[in-house]
C-alpha cells in the first residue's frame, strides 16, 4: 500500500526556520516525483513545486522560487520541505502528493501538515 | 503560467440532482493533463479524474469528465449525500501546474 506520511503540526515565530518531512512507503521511492501542496486557512490548494527523488531534479513554481527549499533523502525514502525565515504568511496546510508519471495527476497524499506562524 | 477558473463559486443542490462543474483555463491544456479532486473538510483532496475524463482507481461511475484544450466539465451523475464537498480542477500539462480556485457543492 503506497502511504505517505508527513511530519505533524509546527508552531514557529516569524523569523524563524523550518524543515518539514514527507516519508513514503509502500513503492520504489526513488522513481516517482514528488509534489508539493499548499492550503492557506479557508482558501484553495495551490502549487509549489516537484522534485524527483532519484536524482534531485526540482522544479518550482515561480511564485514560490525562492520562497522555500524542496530536497530528499532517498536513504530514508524522505522529502523535505523548508524554510530559512518564516512569515505569519506562510501560515498554512503543505501537502506531498505523489503522481504517477510526470506529469501526471497527484494521486496519492500524506496527511497535511499544519504549519502556524504567530508572534 | 496556465490559470484555471472554476465555475460557479458554489453550487446548491439536492441528493439526487446531477451537478455539473466548469473549469476554463487561460490557454490550451495540452494532451488534455487535466485533474479533478475533491476535498473534504479536513482531509487531503482526493484524485476523482485525470486525463479530463478517465476515473482514478475505485472512483464510482457516477462521477465523469469530458472536455478539451480550454474548456473542461465534471459531472456527478446523481449526488450521494457524502458527495457534497469542495472541487478543484488541475492542469498538469504545463508547469506549474496550477488548481483552479475550487467549486464548493453544498446541500440544498
Known amino acids: 500500500e503506497v502511504q505517505l506520511v508527513q511530519s505533524g503540526a509546527e508552531v514557529k515565530k516569524p523569523g524563524e526556520s523550518l524543515k518539514i518531512s514527507c516519508k513514503g512507503s509502500g513503492y520504489s521511492f526513488s522513481t516517482y516525483w514528488i509534489a508539493w501542496v499548499r492550503q492557506m486557512p479557508g482558501k484553495g490548494l495551490e502549487w509549489l513545486g516537484i522534485?524527483?527523488?532519484?536524482?534531485?531534479?526540482?522544479r518550482y513554481s515561480p511564485s514560490f522560487q525562492g520562497q522555500v527549499t524542496m530536497s530528499v533523502d532517498k536513504s530514508i525514502n524522505t522529502a523535505y520541505l523548508q524554510w530559512s525565515s518564516l512569515k505569519t504568511s506562510d501560515t498554512a496546510i503543505y501537502y506531498c502528493?505523489?503522481?504517477?508519471?510526470?506529469?501526471?495527476?497527484?494521486?496519492?497524499w500524506g496527511q497535511g501538515t499544519l504549519l502556524t506562524v504567530s508572534s | 503560467e496556465i490559470v484555471l477558473t472554476q465555475s460557479p463559486g458554489t453550487l446548491s443542490l439536492s441528493p439526487g440532482e446531477r451537478a455539473t462543474l466548469s473549469c476554463r483555463a487561460s490557454?490550451?491544456?495540452?494532451?488534455?493533463?487535466l485533474a479533478w479532486y475533491q476535498q473534504k473538510p479536513g482531509q487531503a483532496p482526493r484524485l476523482l479524474i485525470y486525463?479530463?475524463?478517465r476515473r482514478a482507481t475505485g472512483i464510482p461511475d457516477r462521477f465523469s469528465g469530458s472536455g478539451s484544450e480550454t474548456d473542461f466539465t465534471f459531472t456527478i451523475s446523481r449526488l450521494e449525500p457524502e458527495d457534497f464537498a469542495v472541487y478543484y480542477c488541475q492542469q498538469y500539462g504545463s508547469s506549474p501546474y496550477t488548481f483552479g480556485q475550487g467549486t464548493r457543492l453544498e446541500i440544498k
Open positions: 490557454q490550451s491544456v495540452s494532451s488534455r493533463f
Open positions: 486525463g479530463a475524463s
Open positions: 502528493a505523489r503522481p504517477f508519471g510526470f506529469p501526471g495527476p497527484l494521486e496519492f
Open positions: 522534485i524527483h527523488p532519484g536524482d534531485s531534479d526540482i
